[in-house]
């Protein structure tokens, strides 16, 4: 209090300015650290005869000295391997080289770091983080949505959340925030403060869960199934948990909650969107026990306002990588593309027995396993309707996002020789080098899918991830199209390489379309065609059309890229350089699977972050790139960002992790989210923030776009698989990570 006032009144005396005024007030709401007292030797006594128990007395005595969130500034990414610059430290919990080439990079949060924020309690941050939004909390706030793809019990089990009201507990992958003081934030990159001198909260983002039912999810029937609020993610229709092993303190689990976006209200344009600002994540991969039924992996929207977390059933029930919503160009409907997956669950052997005995394939085959058959995906839903299509109450938050009625469409194309590929799956396609440069067009159809979501928890067999080995429709006998086919990865009856991220196009002019890359090392642009016209001659009656054209445009096949990376005289490795991809055994030429990918707007101009998860033992890679896909010759650039992690990289090698004293074991990491911050920090000729709280998302689209590629700001997420060790396990939070803002430094002419 004395403090205060004290401040207040040197502030007057001087005459500040108001920006120093809000600094002043700013810096009071700062988190700062609270004493712990050091435990009693009573406790230490206990914990000493307990397994663990040296490990958590450990872990407290470095929590005692600090670890609170954004206080570790040593960097897990590097520049280049340690072997390459001799004075770069080996050392635990410190840097090595990051002296980056085309950016500069700092920390702003660090796994395992402690909140010390009067809102929370007191919780640590949990990895291995992936998926990441931000959003303007209020004016002076930005705050940041992190999940961590966490597995529960099947490996690491992290410490479980309650949720309603504390009548359930869930385990598995978290969705944390952290809040950042918005002016701080937007000098960061100028300074050598810590990340802790602007953290202003932190707590979870979900309290209350509902289930695909629309029940609240409850607690976990011990002695059979659970008739009444079953996380339907872990259970059969009936309720009965089938996951391979169960919680150990968790009523249920959020399994490997992996890629995700956040999606602000209206941000196409006015009306054209969202009505909610949501967080849409996933469920990925799933481990049954043999034998058993399952309903499989529902995405999940978390309305952000309200703190809670629905799961989905209109987008299959086959897991997901990622799920984003796009321009729908027209009102009263919502558009969402998605990727990956379409059931990769172990134990499905009765569930493909089960299809097979109640359905045959449009050829009169056997169904084959689902998992990675299926084209490119995009979702239409309808606002205001119920599952069955009646009017929905207006305060129905899923039914005014369109995420109760809609319909799947899917990317089908003449797979004749005369077929715009020749006659080849997508995978194929994009390894033939005289096809697959950049430009190289594809024309089919987005065509409806028969199976639609209503509203009825069913087993997988029943499920949509099936329709992709079926003749799509309108494509049949005497239709004139009889060589269509879903553009699958490699057809029908094999399972393909997994689509990856999806990102949307955010230019408003350019309508619904999206980026999507693939594990096959390949990324390209899908484009629907005359969603206006198509809308516009609707049939009565008909909620959205059957069919509309598109088209497809590859930025990279799975090719030879080392010509065209730019490492900025970085990027060495402690064998060879990063122009090549060192995936065990085999030494690659093109990019192996790419995993994160997000486009930004400069302008009209698109930039891509793309990123790897290959399990390179030199140390994984991200690079920046400028995206063009005219047919002109021209391949891309890309410009190498960071590596991290590695088997054979030096660091790795060494046993280094940060926070100190966490690493267990040398293996790969990988670069995930990606979120443009440009928008929060851009100013008017005043020095004016443009943005505020209550603008929709179409403004801070806009504000993004609004800012150069070399002045953004963007935070970028590491997984550190490495580190599951001393602070990590002591308080149960997964495995290591770091969460990064950056600026990038491009030439001029890139
Ligand atoms: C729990 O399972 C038992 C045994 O099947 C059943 O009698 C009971 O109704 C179930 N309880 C709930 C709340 O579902
Ligand atoms: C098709 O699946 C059914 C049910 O699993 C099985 O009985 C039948 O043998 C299968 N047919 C072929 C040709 O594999």
């Excluded at 009573?42 to 490990?55: E, V, Y």
């Excluded at 797979?415 to 020749?422: A, K």
């Excluded at 005359?530 to 001659?537: N, Y």
Aim: charged share 20%; hydrophobic share 35%; with cysteine.
């Amino acid at each position: 209090m004395m403090f205060k006032i004290n401040a207040a009144f040197l502030v007057a005396l001087a005459g500040a300015n108001a920006k120093t005024l809000r600094k002043l007030q700013d810096d009071s709401r700062i988190c700062s650290m609270t004493e712990l007292s050091p435990l009693s030797d009573d406790t230490k006594l206990l914990l000493s005869t307990t397994l663990g128990g040296q490990n958590v007395i450990a872990a407290y005595e470095q929590y005692m000295g600090g670890e609170t969130i954004g206080s570790n500034t040593a960097l897990l990414a590097e520049a280049s391997d340690a072997s390459a610059s001799p004075d770069t430290v080996v050392e635990d919990g410190m840097s090595g080289d990051i002296d980056f080439p085309f950016m500069d990079m700092k920390v702003v949060a660090t796994m395992g770091e402690r909140s010390v924020c009067p809102d929370s309690l007191g919780e640590m941050l949990v990895g291995v983080p992936d998926g990441i939004g931000a959003y303007l909390l209020d004016d002076e706030t930005v705050r940041v949505v992190f999940q961590s793809e966490s597995y529960g019990p099947l490996v690491f089990e992290s410490y479980g959340n309650f949720v309603n009201d504390g009548q359930s507990r869930m385990g598995g992958s978290h969705v944390q925030y952290i809040d950042y003081d918005r002016t701080l934030m937007s000098e960061f990159m100028d300074n050598d403060e810590p990340a802790s001198s602007m953290v202003v909260g932190m707590g979870q983002v979900i309290s209350t869960m509902y289930n695909l039912k629309g029940e609240l999810i409850g607690p976990r029937n011990l002695s059979g199934p659970t008739t009444i609020g079953a996380h339907f993610s872990n259970t059969d229709a009936d309720g009965n948990y089938v996951v391979a092993a169960p919680p150990a303190e968790s009523d249920w689990f959020l399994q490997s909650l992996c890629s995700a976006h956040l999606e602000q209200k209206h941000q196409w344009g006015p009306n054209l969107g969202v009505e909610d600002d949501m967080f849409i994540t996933n469920e990925e991969w799933m481990t049954y026990a043999p034998g058993t039924s399952f309903v499989g992996l529902s995405a999940h929207a978390v309305d952000l306002a309200n703190s809670v977390d629905y799961a989905l059933g209109v987008f299959t029930l086959g897991g997901f990588e990622k799920i984003v919503e796009i321009n729908p160009e027209v009102e009263g409907y919502t558009m969402f593309a998605f990727s990956g997956y379409n059931g990769a669950f172990d134990g499905f052997e009765h569930t493909l027995d089960m299809r097979n005995s109640l359905f045959k394939r449009s050829d009169g085959q056997n169904y084959t396993w689902s998992n990675d058959i299926h084209p490119a995906r995009f979702y239409i839903g309808v606002k205001g309707k119920m599952e069955d299509g009646s009017d929905a109450p207006e305060d129905d938050f899923l039914a005014r996002n369109g995420l109760r009625y809609g319909y799947i469409y899917g990317f089908a194309i003449d797979m004749s020789e005369d077929g715009p590929t020749g006659g080849l799956w997508r995978d194929d396609f994009h390894r033939d080098a005289e096809k697959a440069t950049n430009g190289a067009k594809v024309d089919g159809w987005w065509i409806k899918q028969p199976w639609q979501w209503d509203g009825q928890v069913r087993n997988f067999e029943f499920d949509g991830s099936w329709d992709y080995q079926d003749q799509p429709p309108y494509t049949g006998e005497g239709s004139g199209r009889e060589n269509y086919a879903w553009w699958n990865g490699m057809g029908n009856d094999m399972a393909g390489c997994k689509t990856e991220h999806v990102t949307p196009d955010p230019r408003p002019s350019v309508g619904a379309a999206f980026v999507q890359g693939s594990t096959c090392g390949y990324f390209g642009h899908y484009y629907v065609e005359d969603v206006v016209g198509r809308f516009e001659s609707l049939r009565d009656g008909q909620m959205a059309p059957n069919a509309f054209r598109g088209s497809y445009y590859v930025y990279q096949g799975e090719l030879d890229i080392t010509e065209q990376i730019e490492l900025g005289g970085k990027g060495q490795y402690v064998n060879g350089d990063a122009t090549m991809n060192y995936d065990n055994p085999e030494d690659r030429i093109t990019f192996e699977d790419i995993d994160g990918l997000e486009v930004l707007a400069d302008g009209d101009e698109l930039y891509v972050l793309i990123q790897e998860d290959s399990g390179n033992q030199y140390g994984e890679r991200a690079f920046l790139a400028h995206l063009e896909h005219e047919d002109d010759g021209e391949e891309l650039t890309y410009y190498f960002l960071a590596m991290s992690g590695g088997t054979m990289n030096t660091r790795m090698q060494a046993g280094v992790s940060v926070p100190k004293g966490t690493f267990t074991r040398a293996t790969a990491h990988e670069f995930s989210g990606v979120v443009d911050l440009s928008a929060f920090f851009a100013t008017d000729d005043s020095g004016d923030f443009v943005l505020s709280a209550s603008d929709d998302g179409f403004a801070k689209r806009q504000a993004d776009a609004s800012v150069a590629i070399n002045d953004k700001d963007i935070l970028l997420v590491l997984q550190a698989h490495t580190q599951s060790s001393g602070i990590l396990s002591a308080f149960q939070l997964d495995r290591g990570g770091q969460i990064y803002q950056l600026k990038p430094k491009l030439p001029e002419d890139a």
